[in-house]
C-alpha cells in the first residue's frame, strides 16, 4: 500500500554529490602537496591558488546543477505522496504525471533551493578561504626559512619546519564547515548531512503544502522502524496548521531535537479524517 508514508531513498543522488566533494578535496590536497615547500616563492602560491579556484568553481558548478534538479524532485515525490495518500491517483508514478506545485509549494522550493545553495556554497567559500591562509603562511615561512638559511648557511629546511607546513596545508583542505550548534563537520560530512536533511524537509513540506491545498488538515507521520528518538513519534497522526480542529499535536510543536532532526527520513502522509485513520 503506497499511502503508508513512503520513504524515499535519496542515497545515490546523495552519493554522486558527496563523491564530486571527496574527489575536489582530494585534488586540492594533491595540488597542495606538489608545493615545493623548502623554496616557495610568490609565482608558485598564486599558480597553486589559481588551480584550486577552479576546481571549487567546477564543484560549485556541479552542486548547483545537481540542487536545481533535486529539490524540485524531492518535492514533486511530496505532492505526489499527497496525492496518492488523498485518493487523486493510485499510484506514485500516476500521481507524479499530475503534479503541479501550487503557489505556496512554488515560493517554498524556490526558498529550498537557494537555502540548499548557500549552505553547500558555505563549503567551498570556507575550504577557499582556509587553504587561502594556509598557503600564504607557507610562502612566508618558507622565504623566511630561506633567507635565514643565507645567513646561517645550512642548506635546508628543518625537517620540523616542513611537517609543520604539510600539516598546516592539509587541515586547511580537511578543515570543513562549522554549523550553528558549534559542531565541525568533514566537508564531505557536511553535505552528506545537509543534503539528506534538506531532501527529507522538502519532500515533508511539499506533501503537507499540497495536502492544505486539498483542505486535509491532518498529516500522519511514516514509520520505518526507527531506533532513535524519532521512534516515538512513528504513526503519530498531528495537525498541519494550529487552527485544524481536534486534540491533536500540531507538526511545528514537535521537538526538533527527537522528530525530524538532522538526517531524518521521516515524511508525512496527508489524512482528511484523523477519526478514521489507523
Ligand atoms: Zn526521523
Known amino acids: 500500500m503506497v499511502a503508508e508514508g513512503l520513504v524515499p531513498v535519496y542515497d545515490r543522488d546523495i552519493d554522486v554529490l558527496v563523491r564530486a566533494y571527496k574527489e575536489a578535496v582530494r585534488s586540492i590536497g594533491a595540488e597542495l602537496s606538489r608545493l615545493d615547500l623548502s623554496d616557495m616563492s610568490r609565482a608558485n ?15 560549485n558548478e556541479e552542486s548547483v546543477a545537481w540542487v536545481n534538479a533535486h529539490i524540485p524532485k524531492a518535492a514533486t515525490d511530496g505532492v505526489a505522496q499527497a496525492i496518492v495518500s488523498l485518493g487523486a491517483a493510485k499510484t506514485l508514478d500516476e500521481a507524479e504525471k499530475i503534479v503541479r506545485f501550487n503557489r505556496i509549494n512554488r ?29 600564504r603562511q607557507a610562502t612566508a615561512e618558507s622565504m623566511r626559512a630561506n633567507l635565514a638559511k643565507g645567513v646561517n648557511g645550512r642548506r635546508t629546511i628543518s625537517r620540523d619546519i616542513l611537517d609543520r607546513m604539510r600539516q598546516t596545508l592539509g587541515n586547511a583542505v580537511n578543515t570543513g564547515v562549522i554549523d550553528a550548534a558549534g559542531r565541525r563537520w568533514k566537508p564531505e560530512t557536511y553535505v552528506e548531512m545537509v543534503t539528506r536533511t534538506k531532501l527529507a524537509q522538502t519532500h515533508r513540506e511539499a506533501t503537507m503544502n499540497e495536502a492544505l491545498g486539498r483542505g486535509a488538515l491532518y498529516g500522519r507521520i511514516s514509520r520505518h522502524g526507527a531506533t532513535d528518538a524519532c521512534k516515538n513519534y512513528e504513526g503519530l497522526i498531528v495537525k498541519l496548521t494550529p487552527d485544524a480542529p481536534g486534540s491533536y499535536r500540531y507538526i511545528g510543536d514537535l521537538p526538533r531535537r527527537e522528530i525530524f532532526h538532522p538526517r531524518c527520513r521521516h515524511v508525512i502522509t496527508p489524512v482528511r479524517d484523523p477519526s478514521n485513520a489507523l
Do not use: G, M, P, Y
Open 45 to 59: 602560491a598564486k599558480a597553486a591558488l589559481a588551480e584550486v579556484a577552479k576546481i571549487l568553481a567546477d564543484l
Open 107 to 135: 515560493e517554498f522550493v524556490a526558498t529550498a533551493v537557494a537555502d540548499t545553495q548557500a549552505d553547500l556554497l558555505a563549503v567551498t567559500q570556507n575550504i577557499d578561504r582556509k587553504v587561502r591562509v594556509a598557503i
